[in-house]
């Protein structure tokens, strides 16, 4: 075993070391990782070694268990430099890879200090204009890589601000980030952690609003405790941080934050991977409040074929779009909303009727005010994924937040 892991390490290296020379050569900049692909036909994980070449955004793959080159030098439609930091998934060729590591330091030094993650949190009283957040956030230039929304216990809260335990102002903190769900996320770009500091603005939103206007507590917050949002400190903080939300490995504690659906008298929407691709996620966010129903639970998902394939399943052979659809929603990020509303037994059909027609340009021409009428591009680019009967809706939801949990 000990002769079998030095020998896959040394034709790593070597390869690594081969792709540099050659690279170096060309005078081209490239970066290089470790991806995993599972393979559901033989049921194994496969591993790559990938190149990637902003220049034109290709990629190079070399299969590390047959030791030879995978795939040549292509480039990918949707690629992007952004799209490259550990724990994404990529989309080559319809194979999902997920970037397990840097493979060089060259790549490792130059990838870290352009993808710093940090913690992100909207607190009880901002939660119903996270529309208007989410539009600062990506505004800001901010990549979404994690959301959901959670409501804390007494305990979770006190774990997570335990530094803070002993204070004066512990218990009210307590009660207030308890008062209600609260949306955490993972946000990454350049030195992340910093940026999203003055994003926030100063701790007191009084003071916010005199010094820095443009600030999310200036223009979200109340005051010093009821301030909007929250953000790490540090690295450190950040990374125990994002950790405790989105924990790193599949666990069953009462500690870790659970969703907040409610399975009930509800529908399922999906904001689509293109259209939180192109900035419309918190506009989305916005017109679905404004029109008066309730985001009641939501969290970020990153589907895989297969899971995508188990949730499109009625629409295949039925629609013509359904491989468009399905290549859609494995193309990137994608956001799992519970919709409630004061409609009750109506909320399915009167959200439908919101949503739009399937098809865009026809949503234009008879409800010019609906979602995929504004947002969405064409039937397989249409922006969102709705609920099609009111018994599909319940179902739909605890796919999404009882089975894929």
């Given at each position: 075993?000990a002769?079998k892991?030095?020998?896959?390490?040394?034709v790593?290296a070597?390869a690594a070391?081969?792709i540099?020379?050659?690279v170096?050569?060309k005078g081209?900049t490239?970066y290089?990782?470790h991806t995993e692909?599972y393979?559901?036909?033989?049921?194994?994980?496969?591993?790559?070694?990938?190149?990637?070449?902003?220049?034109?955004n290709?990629?190079?793959?070399?299969d590390?268990?047959s030791?030879?080159l995978f795939l040549?030098?292509l480039?990918?439609e949707?690629?992007d430099?952004k799209d490259f930091?550990?724990?994404n998934t990529?989309?080559v060729?319809?194979r999902?890879?997920k970037?397990?590591?840097?493979?060089?330091s060259?790549t490792r030094e130059?990838?870290?200090?352009?993808?710093q993650?940090t913690f992100?949190?909207?607190?009880p009283?901002?939660?119903h204009r996270?529309?208007?957040?989410?539009?600062v956030?990506q505004?800001r230039?901010f990549?979404?890589?994690?959301?959901?929304?959670?409501q804390?216990?007494?305990a979770?809260?006190?774990?997570?601000?335990?530094e803070h335990e002993?204070?004066p102002?512990f218990?009210?903190?307590l009660?207030?980030v308890?008062?209600?769900?609260?949306v955490?996320?993972?946000?990454?770009?350049t030195?992340?952690?910093q940026?999203w500091?003055e994003?926030?603005g100063p701790t007191?939103a009084?003071l916010?609003r005199r010094?820095?206007?443009?600030t999310?507590r200036?223009?979200?917050?109340?005051?010093?405790q009821s301030?909007?949002?929250?953000g790490?400190?540090?690295?450190?903080?950040a990374?125990?941080?994002?950790e405790f939300f989105?924990p790193?490995?599949k666990v069953?504690d009462i500690m870790?934050p659970?969703?907040?659906?409610?399975f009930?008298?509800?529908?399922c929407?999906i904001?689509k991977?293109?259209?939180?691709?192109?900035g419309?996620?918190?506009?989305?966010?916005?017109a679905?409040?404004?029109?008066?129903?309730?985001?009641?639970a939501?969290?970020?998902?990153?589907?895989?074929?297969i899971?995508?394939?188990e949730?499109?399943?009625v629409y295949?052979?039925?629609v013509s779009?359904?491989?468009?659809m399905?290549q859609?929603?494995?193309s990137?990020?994608?956001?799992?909303?519970e919709i409630t509303?004061?409609?009750?037994g109506?909320t399915p059909?009167?959200?439908r009727?919101?949503?739009?027609?399937a098809?865009?340009?026809?949503a234009?021409?008879?409800?010019?005010?609906?979602l995929?009428?504004?947002?969405?591009?064409?039937t397989v680019?249409?922006a969102?994924h709705?609920?099609d009967?009111?018994d599909d809706g319940?179902l739909?939801?605890?796919?999404?937040?009882k089975i894929?949990?």
């Open positions: 075993m002769s892991l030095f020998t896959i390490a040394l790593v070597l070391t081969l540099n020379i050659y170096k050569n081209e490239r290089l990782f692909w393979d559901p036909v033989s049921a194994t994980v496969r591993k790559f070694l990938l190149s990637f070449f902003p220049r034109d290709s990629v190079e793959m070399y590390l268990r030791q030879r040549k030098r480039a990918v949707g690629l430099e930091y550990l724990g990529i989309v060729l319809s999902q890879l970037i397990t590591e840097y493979a060089d060259t130059i990838i870290s200090s352009k993808r993650r992100a949190m909207v607190k009283d901002a939660v996270l529309g208007e957040v989410i539009d956030i505004s230039n990549e979404v890589s994690q959301m959901k929304m959670v804390l216990t007494r979770q809260a006190g774990l997570f601000y335990r002993g204070r102002f218990e009210p903190l009660d207030y308890t008062s209600g769900p609260v955490a996320m993972e946000l990454i770009t030195n992340a952690v940026r500091r994003t926030l007191d009084e916010a010094e820095a206007p443009d999310i200036a223009k979200f917050g109340k005051d010093k301030n909007a949002a929250h790490s400190d540090s690295d450190v903080a990374t125990r941080e994002i989105f790193s490995s069953h870790v659970q969703t907040t659906a409610r009930l008298n509800n529908t929407c904001i991977p293109h259209a939180i691709a192109e419309n996620m918190g506009s989305i966010f916005k679905i409040k404004d029109e008066g129903f309730e985001v009641s939501l969290q970020m998902f990153r589907m895989d074929k899971q995508a394939e949730f499109l399943e295949k052979g039925v779009e359904y491989p468009g399905l859609q929603l494995i990137g990020p994608s956001v799992a909303i509303s004061i409609h009750a109506q059909v009167k959200f009727e919101f949503v739009g027609p098809d865009p340009i026809v234009k021409e008879l409800r010019p005010n609906s995929r009428a504004r947002f969405g591009e064409n680019k249409n969102l709705c609920s009967l009111p319940p739909e939801v605890e796919y999404f937040f894929l949990q």
